[in-house]
């Protein structure tokens, strides 16, 4: 059996469909609470697969969330040594962050359903099953960052252009979040409140409309989208 962890920042941000495509393939699901467990304590090189997941806060706030500081050097140790390394919304700043890329607070909040724009190299991949013609994927964030050397950038919005990038053969940076279940967006509600009613943008009334119509969608293609990057980096 194959050891995932996951590192998560809030409960309510977890693996979603990701979790059931990795249980399919024999993994072994460990969640680690930032803030909470040590994450110092990890040896970055044991774990099959490395996950760290979204969180409302930045990659520049180490003064307020010193445990960044430990994500980021687990994610060093991971990019160096070409380890199966998956970075989802916060967690693919902190890999832009670990791989020297600059991180910084965008000009816009993206937060909503909207279509990715593939590049050439992503049209050729699993990133088809997100492809706008399937599905709209669910945008969540403020910061931005440029895109790392060495980094393949595999998709785009309107908004930012550095949605998604591979590194090396093995490690995935995702700005957006495929791994989202639309039974599990109330949640997202209620914990981002505080974020939503600063956002003239976006309302939860629409937020929850899009999830309704787009959702069920997102799902199907993301558990397509999981099973073709998995198929990528390991024998299953």
Known sequence: ????IAIRHVHFEDLGSLAEILTENDFKIQYLEAGIDDLSSIDPLQADLLIILGAPIGVYETDNYPFLKDEIALLQARLTNDLPTLGICLGAQLMAAALGAKVYPGKFKEIGWSPLTLKPIAKENYFTHLAAKKTSVLHWHGDTFDLPH???LLASTELYANQAFSYGNNALALQFHPEVLPEKMEHWYIGHAVELARTQS???KQLRQDTQKLGSQLT?????FWQGWLQTIFII
């Open 150 to 152: 060495n980094a393949n």
């Open 202 to 204: 976006m309302t939860i």
């Open 220 to 224: 199907k293609q993301a558990k397509l």
């Open 1 to 4: 059996m194959k050891h995932a």
